[in-house]
């Protein structure tokens, strides 16, 4: 089981920017995020700030993949098992079309 991390729990974190689009560092087919802190069993992974780049003329899945060390991937498919969704993003003409926030709004997470 994976959850998400309050600010409570780990000093100086934003629940409400964690994982959220970087508009500072999206640009064309790179889609940038914010970091977070994610807790497997007992152990909290911190994710840092990142970009990823994106597949044009497509609906780009940007997930979590909580199989191994938890790290922020792209897929033009939705991914089945062990991952956590943080944004569709579609693609037209080598930009942005669209952003859908995908994260949860009780920031609680949890995969099986």
Known sequence: MVTRVSSAT??????????AQDIDTTTGLTYGYKGGYLVAGNVVTTIAD??????D???????ISTTGTPAVMVSTTQPSADYVQIALV???G???SSVTDSRTKNQSWQSS
């Open 90 to 92: 579609v693609t037209a």
């Open 94 to 96: 080598g930009e942005i």
């Open 57 to 63: 003329a497509s609906s780009n899945y940007v997930y």
């Open 10 to 19: 780990i000093e100086g974190g934003h629940i409400e920017r964690q994982f």
């Open 50 to 55: 990142g970009t990823v780049t994106l597949t």
